[in-house]
Structures are given as C-alpha cells and as structure tokens.
C-alpha cells in the first residue's frame, strides 16, 4: 500500500537546557498532529527512535512514557522503541512505514528523541555506537574513526582539508535560514581552517555539534492521506542495510557499503537512479560523512565527491542541492532525532514551504547513518 | 501472509561470567538456525530485544554489532535494536512477525539478549524502566511498585502471600525439567514464606533473578516453512498495548490495562478466547505479575486468579499450565532475552519436545511485560 506523510513537526535543535525530554518531545508530536489536523486517538501506533535513554537521561522504557506523557496512553496503542545509534530515527522511520505499507495500520507517528545535554560527556555516549572492544578501548571514538577514514580518502582521491571545510561553510549558509537550527551564522573556509583540530585531519568545525531535539511525522495510507491532507508527501522506498561493525572489518574504509547497499534498494524500488533525486539530506556528522554521501550514493562517482562541493553542485541552486537544513553541522545533531529531522525538513522542500531555503523539488532522499556507517536508512520522497 | 516459526536456540539462563554478550548471542543465534536447518545467508532481517546495552556493558548499536559478529555483515541484512524494557524481546518479535506478515521479508530473526551481571547494579538498571521522575525519584523501583499493586490486591481481594509463594513453588518445580533453567531446584512454601523481604508482601523468593542468556527464533511465510519445516508452529496473533506508565496515573493498579486489551485483540484476531489457550508462558517478574496475568488474560475472573494457584490448575496436568519452563522466577530472567525465551518455550511444547515438562497442547499464549506493565506484548501460537 503507499504511504504518505500528511504532518510534520520539529522542536528548535540546540541546548535547551529549560526544557525535559518529555515536554520536547511533546511539542515536536504535538506539532506533527497539529500540521495534519488530526487527533492524538487517530493514531495507531508510535515508532521512537532514541539512542540512549539509558545513558543520557537514565530512563529505558521511553516509547511507552512518551506515548504516555502525549496523552495517547488511555487509547493503549502499541509504543515502539528503535535504537540503533543515531540511525535511531531513520529506523524509527522504516518500521512505522512498513507498519502502513503492509496495511497493518491506517495513521502511525514516527518520531525521534534526545536530550543530551543533561550528561556529562554526550560525546563519549555518542561513542557507544562504535565497537566497545575493538575501536573504543584503543581510544578510536567516532571522531577518530572518521579522522581515519578521511585521511585515508585524501591519500587515496587527492581530497584535501578546504573540500571539508567547504562542506561546513555551505550548511552554516542554508542554516541562515531554517529557524529551527542550532548555528544559524555563516561562517567562512577560513574559520574551519583555523579552528583546532579534533582529530586530525578533522577540525571542530567539520564535526556536528550534540544537541536536544524532536522530531514528529505522521504516515498515513494514501486512501486516508487523500482525504485528510492536501499535500500528501509519499514515502516511495525506505531501505535499510548493515556493515561490519568495526572498520578494521572493511574492505575498503572509503566507501560506506550499507550506504550503496541501502541506496542501490531504495532506487530500484522507487523506480529511479541517483540523478533523478532534486534534493538530499545525508548525515554529515562529519564533513568526511557528507563527503562520501556524494559517492556511495551515487551523485559522483568514487574519489569525485570533492568535485560537486568545489563546483558548488551541492549548494542551493547546484545540480543536487544537499542539507538545505544546514545538516547535522549547523542544525545540530540531536541523534536519535536526526533521521526525523531530515525526514520533515524534506517534506517542507517538497511542499514549498522553504522559504529563502526553498530548491525545485519533486523528488528527495534522506540518508541517516548509526555510528561510522555500521547501519544505513535511505528514504526515498516525492510529491 | 500467514507467519509460521520454523527455528528456535536459546542458551544457558544464568550468571554466564565466562561468556561475553556477543558469545551469548551467538550461541543462539547459531542453535536457532541450526534447528531450522537453514543457513545465515538466507535470513533476511534480523530483530534483536535488548533493554539496556548501554546500561549493562556500555554498547549501543547493539543490532548491527550482533549482524556483524553472526556473520552476517556481508550481506549487509537490515537490522533493528528494539527497546521496550523488558518486553524487549516480545516487541522484537512483534516486529519480525509483522515484516513477514507484511510480506515485506521470507525469513526473519527474532532474538533477545541482555548481560547483566557486568553491571554493578542490575535491579537498578532494571527499574529505568519506571518512571524516573514519578516513582524512582520517590524510591519506588520495581519491587516497590509491584509490591503496592500485590498489596491492593490481597486489601481487596483477600489474595494472600501464601497465595504468591505457590507460584513461586510452581514454577521452581517446573525448572527442574528445563536443561535452560538458572534455577534447576524445587523449594517449598516454607522456603518462600521464610525468606526476607524485599518489598513487603514480596520476598525474595517471590522476585525473579536477573541473569544473562540470549534467544532466537526464526520466522518464516507459510510457503517457505512448509518447504523447509517438519514442523512449523504458527503464529496466530502478536499484538501490544501500551498502559499509563506510572501507576499513580491508572484508574485501577490491580489490573494490568495493557494486558486486557493486547489479550482481547489477540483472542480476537486469533479467532478463540482464553479457555482455548492450553499452554502458557506469562511474565511473572514476581509471583504478583503471575497472579494478575492470570486475571487479566481472562484465565479467571479479576480477584480470582488466586484460585487456580489454590486448586492447582496452572500447575503441569492443570487446566492450563503456566510457565512449564520455569518462568521468570526460576527459568531466570534475562531482560531483553526473556519475550523470545517465552516463544521458544512454547514452540518446544507444542512440538511434543519438552520432555518431562510436556503438556498436551495444540494452542499456547505468550505475555511478556514491561516495566510495571506500561508495554504487554501477548502472541497466541498454535501447531
């Protein structure tokens, strides 16, 4: 059965230090519901996606409380928890499409959560999403494992520290204008040059920054999203796929193979190839990460990423403008609420509610990767 | 699609010191495909329950983790950590159970796992799956909380803690038979009703160990499991239902919400009502979650479950036996493990392989709870 998205809502990303997981997530779902003009009893089901509960805030058992705390608890609907990194949303995303798909229900929320400023290192958590025995207790967290993968990208391809930098510098541009981002301040090559490095070659600003977030979308069948919405949204594929967990493990550390596993699926099902998408959102948790989306998904071949970022193809306005929202660099990456945020800021391009950020879109992919690419979510949009 | 189970593996209940938790999982993982007499290769999802990862051993990521030390990373298999606290592993074989039914996917995994005892405090790890901020906050772990519903429950109904002691007894007479079981051991009432309190009424030997172990089962469509599978048991039903996740918040803690209404959908879909279940496996936490489960799956009226324990009914050779593996209480309870743990049972029952354990069953119920009750997953299975 098709499936659309008949309402989407976010929270702000940042440090919203006045604000409890439960009453953040309340405001993205509420929002969500708000945009579809439904009522909380019309749900079926609820899919979160959250990372670590457990480790941030100290509370497992988050899908039921929150279906709780947005007063859908006396309905009793099923609340359903994904983790798998911070792929959490994007996972989130899939089970509650096929829920529909399949004709099991009729209207279900996906959403996706995380509060992580109230833990004292969200770095160090972010990090429980690589190998704790083999990457993490020799000191590779996620920043150096990606260090690594760059390093090795630049030897190999003649990929080079500005085309990262650049990266950064054109998310910070498109944040400008998405009001609910975390850094919506431009910032110039010189800026990422000079900041310090984290991991060498991977400076501050080519990481993401951590933030709290929500993310809500309602999915509907298309018989019910024809007659409740006016701009139905439809989900054409959402694939999934998994790699060896630790890089040692790879073939090659260049290519993120769930990411061409993942994306080769989700063209086939929706019947198109890697140039006729008019959109993307990819995870850039590191500017090497946006970096190798241009090429495991296809918009350039292997070891040419750099290209479309130097001729500015990836800019609003290029040939396939990527992270119109800013990305995880500038909106923020609020982990397990990524996958979602990506989902609903796509919606809004597919809309044309955009504004200054708004591109020519028909159709648009979302890429959300758990940890160093161990899991990958590739969703495919049109209008 | 109809959804049969043609594999089960579980391992050791217990206090596994030597094993680490991707042995645990792969021992199996391996003796589930094993049993189906299938190779890796032809799984195509794979759906692990685990409550807390991030807790316990400080990994999250858990699912991909699991694909790539199966084996499996190669070819690049979707797959999905579930959380919903200790209903972790019955959610995850809702899930798998629905991308089959869906006819999304031939064959799935379905598994749970959890290791405990590298973690300083399992209990308290256990109780982030109440509410930190309404109950915990106050001290009101699980123990406590199921403490003051059994406490309503005798004030109202005049159950008594002997009443609770005989299931315990039960189900450690019934582990003696199960080569799984962490508690191989029969004790007596006198055992029980002598042993300290935890939470008054609730005693020691009213509360269920939390050990490590792992549990798999692999779903297949009809087609496929008559091709390949001597016996298939078939899933009839799998529903959950969610319930207001403190207790403050029910309009009656004496009765388990989520768990009459997943029952009533399940007997529902599954087309037959409670006196038709032969065999059951139920989430007995304590010896009080036995009790209401009791009731409120319709096996006796509210306030009367106390007489089937009386009367010896849920007892092997009973009306309707439960927890003929031991349960929770005896069989051990791993967490993430125990809702699939629960399906394996019940699939070696009504196959006839349970040995000195075996009852006469051609239809078996599964309840697996979370929490104090906020998620309940019930399946009804038959051969």
Request: net charge negative; proline share 2%; aromatic share 6%.
């Amino acid at each position: 059965m098709r499936v659309a998205i008949i309402g989407v809502g976010c929270t702000e990303f940042g440090e919203l230090w006045d604000k409890s997981f439960r009453s953040i997530f309340l405001n993205a779902g509420l929002s969500a519901l708000e945009d579809a003009e439904i009522r909380g009893k019309e749900v079926e089901a609820i899919y979160i996606g959250n990372m670590s509960g457990g480790k941030f805030i100290d509370q497992e058992h988050i899908a039921a409380l929150i279906v709780d705390h947005a007063g859908l608890a006396e309905f009793g609907i099923p609340a359903i928890r994904i983790e798998n990194a911070d792929a959490s949303g994007g996972s989130a995303f899939r089970q509650a499409y096929m829920a529909v798909a399949s004709g099991i229900h009729e209207i279900v929320i996906a959403a996706g959560i995380e509060k992580v400023t109230d833990a004292n290192d969200p770095m160090e958590i972010l990090s429980t999403a690589v190998d704790q025995e083999w990457e993490k207790f020799v000191g590779a967290n996620l920043p150096a494992i990606y260090a690594i993968i760059a390093r090795l990208h630049m030897h190999r391809f003649g990929t080079n520290e500005e085309d990262l930098a650049m990266i950064a510098v054109k998310n910070h541009r498109n944040a400008v204008h998405n009001p609910k981002a975390q850094f919506r301040k431009e910032i110039n090559l010189e800026d990422v040059m000079r900041s310090s490095y984290i991991a060498e070659p991977l400076k501050v600003l080519d990481c993401a920054p951590l933030c709290d977030g929500a993310s809500a979308v309602i999915l509907a069948n298309e018989e019910v999203a024809k007659k409740i919405c006016d701009t139905p949204i439809y989900i054409e594929a959402c694939t999934q796929a998994s790699d060896y967990f630790s890089i040692q493990n790879r073939k090659d550390i260049t290519t993120l193979q769930a990411v061409v596993i993942a994306s080769k699926e989700a063209y086939k099902i929706a019947g198109v190839e890697a140039k006729n998408v008019d959109v993307a959102e990819v995870h850039d948790s590191f500017t090497i990460s946006e970096l190798l989306a241009y090429e495991d998904l296809g918009f350039a071949k292997k070891g040419e990423g750099k290209k479309l970022i130097r001729e500015g193809e990836t800019e609003i306005g290029g040939k396939i403008p990527v992270n119109t929202s800013g990305g995880l660099k500038a909106c923020g990456h609020a982990v397990g609420a990524t996958g979602i945020r990506q989902i609903v800021d796509l919606v809004i391009q597919l809309r044309g509610e955009a504004g200054k950020r708004q591109v020519n879109a028909e159709r648009a992919l979302a890429l959300n990767l758990g940890g160093s690419g161990a899991t990958a979510v590739v969703s495919i949009l049109s209008r």
